[in-house]
């Protein structure tokens, strides 16, 4: 594996039964563009086996950890034991007290050992959180970030139009070209204008006829 594509952030998970609520934490890390690595392991029952996955994960550049379990398996207390990087839990529901059980023993770690706590079943916030961690220290991941939670602040608005101000230039034999990427997501560029349907059709008229729209 390259430098490029390592794991920036694990996902482990105490059962294969998991998945169905933590790959939305999953989805949510593809969608931001953070290279991650899902693996199903317990702390209680495989403990050797998980300490030397953190270690060697962590070893390898890995910043940041989310764990997951239901009850009060420890999953995520147990390995914000063993190393030094950021851990989120992700309390799951489960068979006994609907979940309280897994939220307390994440939530109520003893001082020295924190385990970052998202809500019951919060794999997506749980996405979200290790990518701003990792944001702090790279540009396009804040980016992306940042254009993401701007189009859902007003969900009124149609399309989030992202304009690329750098890549202005001149095609051979076709002229001048302005790259416009029109998404309902985000895009990782320099600007950004969130705009309902009318006002798009507004800003394309005002572009002159001199100047060739690329709409991607």
């Known amino acids: 594996m ?16 998991d998945w169905s609520v933590m790959e939305n934490c999953a989805k949510q890390l593809k969608d931001l563009g953070v290279p991650y690595e899902a693996k199903v392991i317990s702390a209680h029952r495989t403990p050797e086996l998980l300490h030397k996955w953190v270690t060697s994960s962590t070893e390898n550049g890995m910043e940041v950890i989310i764990a997951a379990a239901g009850g009060a398996a420890h999953l995520a207390g147990v390995t914000a034991a063993i190393t030094s990087v950021p851990v989120l839990g992700v309390p ?21 050992v924190p385990v970052a706590t998202v809500a019951l079943n919060g794999a997506k916030n749980a996405g979200i959180l290790a990518a701003q961690i990792l944001g702090s220290s790279d540009i396009k991941i804040q980016k992306k970030i940042r254009y993401e939670k701007l189009f859902r602040q007003d969900h009124k608005y ?45 800003l394309l008229k005002l572009i002159t006829n001199k100047t060739k729209i690329v709409i991607s």
């Open 158 to 202: 149609d399309y989030l139009i992202v304009i690329n101000y750098n890549i202005k230039k001149t095609i051979p034999g076709k002229g001048s070209a302005i790259f416009i990427h029109l998404t309902k997501n985000y895009y990782p560029t320099a600007g950004c204008i969130a705009l309902k349907k009318q006002d798009f059709i507004i």
């Open 92 to 112: 799951m529901k489960a068979w006994s007290t609907e979940g309280l059980d897994s939220l307390l023993s994440m939530a109520q770690m003893p001082g020295g």
């Open 2 to 17: 390259s430098e490029e594509t390592k794991p920036l952030v694990g996902v482990i998970m105490g059962s294969h039964s």
